[in-house]
């Protein structure tokens, strides 16, 4: 693990070490911290971050059933598909637990969700558009805690299957 090479905030109470970041490192893979003050859109977060908007990962969590979830990660600027996810997972209904549920199951509160360190490993999904890009950014577990990482190594620290699941904004 090594920190950002932005100026970016140290440890503090605001910007905490959290299960995500011990998680991270105990995979093995080779990331960056970058700790921001708390971003008001995805735009803003991308921004302060220094990487471009489709770098920046949203963790949605979705309920296949009772005590049946998965993560999908979804880059900014895209919104999941349903119909392909639920192809992908061979399903016809799926759904959104509520924040209280999410945080039941992850151990983390909403806008902060990340599958590293999650209180149970849930399958990840990857949208297949971060391919071919040179790093992403995903949730630390806390508010301006993020996880930089080149792509391949988000799929491999997660055993993440990537496929399309999205599509543009506004598409």
Do not use: C
């Amino acid at each position: 693990m090594s920190e950002g090479d932005r100026p970016d905030l140290p440890s503090s109470p605001d910007h905490p070490d959290t299960p995500a970041l011990a998680a991270a490192a105990a995979s093995g893979v080779a990331f960056s911290v970058v700790r921001t003050p708390r971003a008001s859109s995805a735009e803003e977060s991308a921004a302060l971050q220094g990487i471009p908007l489709e770098a920046l990962l949203r963790t949605i969590v979705v309920r296949r059933g009772e005590d049946d979830y998965l993560f999908v990660l979804v880059p900014a600027g895209r919104r999941f598909d349903w119909p392909k996810l639920r192809a992908h997972l061979g399903v016809t209904r799926l759904s959104l637990p509520d924040a209280d549920e999410a945080q039941a199951v992850t151990g983390y509160v909403r806008y902060t969700i990340t599958p590293f360190g999650s209180t149970r490993a849930w399958p990840v999904i990857v949208d297949r558009a971060i391919v071919g890009l040179d790093r992403v950014a995903i949730g630390g577990g806390a508010p301006g805690v993020n996880l930089h990482l080149a792509p391949s190594d988000l799929v491999s620290a997660l055993g993440a299957d990537v496929v399309d699941v999205t599509t543009v904004d506004g598409a």
